[in-house]
């Protein structure tokens, strides 16, 4: 029989999920000072447990928490390091954080991050990878980021006991899990790709080379948390730029994860370069995949699903009820991730489950700029967050230009306090 949204899941940890919905965030820019959760994510995160309904997603996953202060998705995000939890008010905040995300019987999970070399110029760090490379964008983006180093041996070995601590950390406060992000061009990613990894040591050349820093990263995690905690990871199927990482390889990345305790695997795609995660793709692959539907990775997830053990969850694009119904009766996945929906209407479960607002209109910008209409129509689904998070409701209609002004300034203005609170750590 196929499951529908709204039927259990069990992970193999033994976990039972309420429903096949899925909830990834994005909001990186929403910490208080000293890069830790405060009023506006507890209120974002509470409108998505939905308390009073009892309705809410089976899994809500956080946005970026990053592993490393210097290394940051943007200037307000979350920081979670061995010793954050030391000072009992930071400690506070994270578990308010993990129980407003729990409120509604979701089983709350932190996305754990590095961004390797995405790290805008603007804030000032040195921007690290797997090798000596840049992000590439046309026009005036392009001067958006800095080149970055290449990491040492010791570097990469001390990068992975922080993802391990982070995932200790996590739990200490109280969350369900983890996921590591390995997708949208992060450091993982940067890592599985042979357009970033140029490296010709034990961490590059063959992709089981490739994979390692991944694979050394779940079972580093795995040593330090309990065995009923959840460890997931989020897996691109494809770079979608020529030469890059390819469905293949992600067909064998999963095989290997078979072999390991994770309990699911989210597929994704696409980098900064090439932002097939807004459904729009270097190659026009995403495009031409997603005429006649609007999930992104749907092909990619049918023939990932062929290789998976473990539960499968595809995202990317879904606003409709049958649409998130035909992916788990098609595309052999076991959940469905719907994170920009839920920006616009953070009832959907309800709703849903109700028959009522059965489809979600999310305000996208259809410039010609491929680049700079991916970072507009992300502009406006935070500037949504960012209203959820002020106890606001969200807005039907924006404008894409002034939302994308809107954000440049938030963020320059994060920028400041980022630097600012970098300094005085010393």
């Known amino acids: 029989m196929t499951p529908t949204l709204f039927s259990p899941l069990k992970l193999p940890n033994g976990t039972v999920i309420q429903n096949r919905l899925a909830k990834a ?4 820019n929403m ?27 089976g899994i809500i996953l956080s946005g970026n928490v990053m592993v490393d202060p210097t290394a940051m998705t943007g200037p307000g995000g979350v920081v979670l390091e061995q010793g954050t939890l030391d000072n009992p008010d930071t400690r506070h905040r994270f578990q308010h954080w993990a129980r407003a995300g729990q409120a509604g019987g979701s089983k709350f999970v932190m996305q754990i991050s590095h961004p390797g070399r995405q790290v805008f110029a ?33 570097e990469i070995r001390g990068l992975i006991r922080r993802f391990a601590e982070t995932a200790f950390a996590a739990q200490a406060a109280g969350f369900d ?12 990613a940067q890592f599985l790709s042979p357009l970033t990894n140029l490296r010709e040591d034990e961490f590059g050349g063959s992709l089981e080379n490739r994979a390692r820093f991944l694979l050394e990263i779940i079972r580093a995690i795995r040593d330090r948390v309990d065995p009923e905690f959840i460890v997931g990871v989020k897996l691109n199927s494809a770079d979608f730029q020529k030469g890059g990482f ?56 049918k023939r990932i699903s062929e290789t998976a053990k473990m539960p499968l969850m595809v995202t990317g694009g879904v606003t409709k009820h049958e649409t998130a119904e035909t992916a788990l009766a098609e595309a052999g996945v076991d959940m469905v991730g719907i994170g920009r929906a839920f920006a616009f209407n953070p009832q959907l479960v309800a709703d849903w489950q ?20 991916a970072l507009a129509t992300m502009a406006m689904t935070k500037q949504q967050l960012y209203r959820l998070g002020d106890g606001k409701p969200t807005k039907p209609k924006q404008n894409a230009l002034l939302a994308t002004i ?18 005085a750590r010393g």
């Open 25 to 28: 965030a994005m909001e990186e």
């Open 31 to 57: 910490a208080e000072g000293g890069q830790v959760p405060g009023d506006a994510l507890i209120n974002l995160y509470t409108a998505w447990a939905n308390e009073a309904a009892d309705a809410g997603p």
């Open 122 to 154: 603007a804030m000032g760090t040195q921007a690290v990878s797997a090798s000596d490379t840049k992000v590439t964008l046309s026009g005036m983006a392009d001067k958006m980021f800095a080149p970055a180093r290449a990491l040492t041996i010791d």
């Open 177 to 188: 899990g983890v996921q590591v992000h390995g997708a949208h061009g992060y450091l993982v």
């Open 246 to 301: 390819d469905i293949a390889d992600s067909e064998q990345v999963v095989a290997w994860l078979n072999e390991e305790a994770v309990d699911f695997v989210e597929i994704s795609g696409g980098s900064y370069e090439s932002s097939a995660m807004m459904g729009q793709s270097e190659d026009g692959r995403v495009e031409s995949s997603t005429e006649k539907r609007e999930l992104y990775f749907f092909d990619f997830a």
């Open 354 to 373: 109700d028959g009522e607002r059965t489809e979600i209109t999310i305000n996208t910008a259809t410039w010609k700029d491929k680049g700079l209409a």
């Open 406 to 423: 809107g954000q440049q300034i938030r963020t320059s203005r994060l920028t400041k306090r980022y630097k600012a609170w970098l300094e």
